[in-house]
């Protein structure tokens, strides 16, 4: 069931959303943009973080929480 939610929506994130980068944990991110690479439109963001930066991130990269190695 839970695969074949993800297979009807697998992007987890929006514009707004605060979000967290793996290897950059201490301060929250925010999606600015989400957009789909290569040719099954694989789901990447646009997020800027606290020293507005902006980043590119892939989905598996992110986390709503802080990701604890």
């Known amino acids: 069931m839970i695969l074949e ?3 009807a929506n697998p992007w987890r994130f929006a514009a ?3 979000v967290y980068i ?3 944990e201490q301060h929250p991110a925010k999606v600015t943009e ?3 690479v290569g040719r099954l439109g694989w789901p990447h963001y646009l997020v800027v973080d ?3 930066h902006e980043w590119t991130v892939p ?3 992110l ?3 802080p ?3």
């Open 5 to 7: 939610l993800l297979n």
């Open 59 to 61: 989905q598996q990269c």
């Open 50 to 52: 606290h020293q507005m």
């Open 63 to 65: 986390a709503r929480s």
């Open 34 to 36: 989400a957009f789909g």
């Open 22 to 24: 793996a290897g950059h």
């Open 67 to 69: 990701i604890v190695p």
């Open 16 to 18: 707004g959303d605060d």
